[in-house]
């Protein structure tokens, strides 16, 4: 089974852009979560996709959305980029109907830088 | 804030020697996950122990869990150089209603010298 890709792996964005990353979870997972790993803050949850729906979100202003296919694709978007947003942003999927209790299958991140 | 706090934040042994990482957290959990992550990569599952358990055992790995403390500890015997990486606790509190509440902490690096 391949495991969670997610595109671009780098991608350098300047402020107020807005940027969108893909992440494509393992086939026949349809929970998604997002997080957002910087050396300061550690890993920090963004929000959590299942069937389409966002099940939970995180701490974050509303720059920050995202979304979810029918195929379980998911989506994030970061709208008026700020420095701070520079990050590695991971995709993380699991196959539990009941949220991610259980284990959680990581994608390799994309690196956001923002100039 | 975090919920799980590793301890200590960084670590530096040499090939052979044992490490031991360490796990605080703060609310009642249903479970706690241990997860590796190399420089830039994504996080590797390591091993999941459940707040009834309070040893579990793979590989080289031991992890053990004292709800009463609120913690749990890492063990990595006969370290190798492969082990470098950064090394996550991750809980999931109790009555979290099935929705994600999975939070993170900070990691402590391991540094293994050959």
């Known amino acids: 089974k391949a495991g969670v890709t997610q595109t671009p792996r780098y991608l350098i964005k300047t402020r107020g852009q807005q940027v969108t990353l893909s992440c494509s979870p393992i086939?026949?997972?349809?929970?998604v979560s997002w997080y957002q790993q910087t050396p300061g803050q550690g890993l920090q949850f963004l929000f959590e996709y299942f069937s389409e729906t966002q099940r939970n979100k995180g701490n974050f202003p509303g720059r920050f959305s995202g979304r979810q296919f029918s195929n379980s694709r998911s989506e994030m978007n970061v709208s008026t980029l700020e420095l701070g947003d520079s990050a590695l942003y991971l995709c993380a999927s699991s196959s539990r109907d009941r949220g991610l209790g259980e284990t959680q299958y990581f994608g390799p991140g994309t690196r956001l830088l923002v100039l | 804030s975090q919920q799980g706090e590793e301890d200590p934040q960084a670590l530096s042994i040499q090939e052979g020697e044992n490490a031991t990482m360490n796990c605080s957290y703060k609310?009642?959990?249903?479970?706690l996950q241990w997860y590796r992550q190399n420089s830039g990569r994504g996080l590797v599952h390591l091993i999941l122990?459940?707040?009834?358990?309070r040893e579990k055992h793979s590989g080289r790995l031991r992890v053990t869990l004292d709800t009463s403390k609120k913690s749990s500890s890492l063990l990595i015997t006969a370290s190798r150089a492969a082990d470098t990486a950064s090394y996550f606790c991750a809980t999931l509190p109790m009555n979290s209603g099935g929705y994600q509440k999975v939070t993170f902490g900070i990691g402590t690096k391991l540094q293994v010298i050959p």
């Open positions: 086939s026949g997972h349809r929970s």
């Open positions: 122990i459940r707040s009834n358990e």
């Open positions: 609310t009642s959990i249903n479970n």
